[in-house]
């Protein structure tokens, strides 16, 4: 049985190490790990991390022992323009993605690309980053240059990857870089400005190139799905419907649906900001003339999925500031869920939640664009049970499509390697081949989930039992 006729997995430019290699600029990751402090775990860094910036032709040898039909990766914008703007050009940079590209076409892989992967050049952090509105120029410049450089082979794109996450973990809560917390006020500025960005690039790339290139443009979300704990609670159900509004809902409403947020974040914030003494919102508002701008900017529905949570009401009685404080929820896993640290083994969220995005947003074309379980320790090349919970997730994905009929188009896979998870460091392991650290060449070796992974390829499906 199966699927889809397209599959791929994903590994991301902090993975390709050469922080400082051939004119790149220093990003804002390179300068949170070089700063210490037990931010990140170990206080290890990506200065390295699975080297493909020296080791590209051996990510493709596992490309095509996997027989991979599509390939997703990410530019490193300060390698491309150290200092974030199109006054220097990295020619260098230009060059290694052009071989990026042209080998993964040579081998009849389509690259699928995203511009900006949490990696934001140290320089226009200086000047603001998200939080000023400077930064939406910045990346519809960038933007524009990846368009005009690559998009003559490069036809499927993803502007900002999770930018609902990034929002909140670097300008709300603080714990990615910048590393400056701003409770309340600082995850809903960057999450503005990230969907002015993201729609100003996507009209940049209608009025400009899609004419001639004839790609197709969105970003990516990160969603969990959510239950009520107590399924029979009036309140813990409209605090599971708060939960996806204020993570997934709160930037695919603007895209897909009016060019706004949805009433309840509006409505949430607004009165807890009247609670808290200020004077409006703590939310920004778009304008009529945003709000036309930003309707209708997303060609495919990207969203990415790993857990499931339960969800029960929890007043905010105190007024306590804060972006997460705003939901007025308590977050649970179920005691019953096989859990692998922060990832709840639930494979039957993932239909549910393609099964909301197809009825709340008009049955989009969808992709997942990332999936996927970590390594519990002691790690394991033969990962047996890791593999039965993709297995698990694929028959979800077949009766989502055949059954519910979702419209899902392409499922990716995270991670090809193992590689540097952020502030997890190298704890986690998601790849679907073994990276060796300790080497200084940065062996890859093929999981047992990677050649199980090469039949669902190769026979387009899970086989029958």
Same mark, same amino acid.
């Given at each position: ?236 159900? !409209?605090?599971?419907? @708060?939960? %996806?509004?204020?993570?997934? +809902? *709160? $930037? #695919? ?34 304008? !009529?003339?945003?709000? @036309?701008? %930003?309707?209708?900017?997303? +060609? *495919? $529905? #990207? ?163």
């Amino acid at each position: 049985m199966f699927l889809v006729q397209v599959t791929h997995s994903l590994h991301l430019e902090e993975n390709t190490g050469g922080w400082d290699a051939d004119g790149k600029g220093p990003c804002v990751w390179d300068t949170f790990t070089h700063q210490g402090g037990e931010r990140v775990f170990k206080n290890q860094t990506g200065d390295v991390a699975c080297g493909s910036y020296t080791l590209w032709e051996e990510d493709l040898k596992c490309i095509k022992q996997l027989g991979l039909t599509h390939y997703h990766f990410s530019l490193s914008w300060s390698r491309l323009l150290p200092d974030g703007t199109t006054g220097f050009i990295n020619q260098k940079g230009i060059d290694y993605y052009n071989k990026i590209i042209d080998d993964l076409l040579f081998n009849g892989v389509t690259p699928i690309v995203t511009l900006y992967h949490f990696d934001l050049p140290q320089a226009l952090e200086d000047q603001g980053g998200w939080l000023s509105e400077e930064i939406i120029e910045s990346f519809d410049k960038y933007a524009q240059f990846c368009f005009s450089t690559f998009g003559d082979r490069v036809r499927q794109w993803i502007t900002i990857n999770e930018p609902n996450i990034f929002a909140l973990l670097a300008y709300e809560l603080g714990v990615f870089p910048p590393g400056v917390p701003h409770l309340g006020t600082g995850g809903y500025q960057a999450a503005h400005n990230l969907i002015k960005a993201h729609a100003r690039s996507w009209h940049s790339y209608d009025s400009l190139f899609r004419k001639e290139q004839k790609g197709v443009v969105s970003f990516s979300l990160f969603s969990p799905w959510v239950e009520p704990a107590d399924p029979d609670s009036v309140t813990d159900q !409209e605090a599971a419907q @708060r939960a %996806i509004a204020f993570c997934l +809902d *709160f $930037f #695919a409403k603007p895209l897909f649906i009016d060019g706004d947020y949805p009433e309840v974040v509006k409505s949430q914030v607004a009165s807890m900001s009247k609670k808290q003494g200020y004077p409006s919102s703590r939310l920004p508002e778009f304008t !009529e003339e945003e709000k @036309r701008m %930003i309707k209708g900017t997303a +060609d *495919f $529905f #990207a969203v990415q999925y790993y857990t499931t949570r339960l969800v029960k009401y929890k007043e905010n009685k105190t007024g306590e500031l804060g972006a997460l404080q705003d939901v007025e929820i308590e977050i649970l896993p179920d005691p019953s869920w096989q859990s692998i640290d922060w990832v709840c083994v639930v494979p039957w969220g993932i239909r549910k939640l393609l099964k909301y995005i197809m009825d709340t947003y008009n049955n989009p074309v969808i992709y997942i664009t990332e999936n996927g379980f970590p390594q519990g320790d002691p790690v394991s090349l033969d990962d047996t049970q890791r593999w039965e919970y993709f297995r698990q997730t694929f028959q979800e994905l077949f009766k989502a499509i055949h059954v519910d009929k979702v419209n899902l188009k392409l499922y990716c896979i995270w991670a090809l390697l193992d590689n540097f998870e952020w502030t997890q460091g190298y704890s986690h392991r998601f790849g679907l081949f073994h990276v060796d650290f300790e080497d200084p060449a940065r062996p890859r070796t093929p999981y047992t989930s990677a050649k199980e992974y090469a039949k669902i390829i190769q026979n387009n499906g899970l086989e029958e039992p």
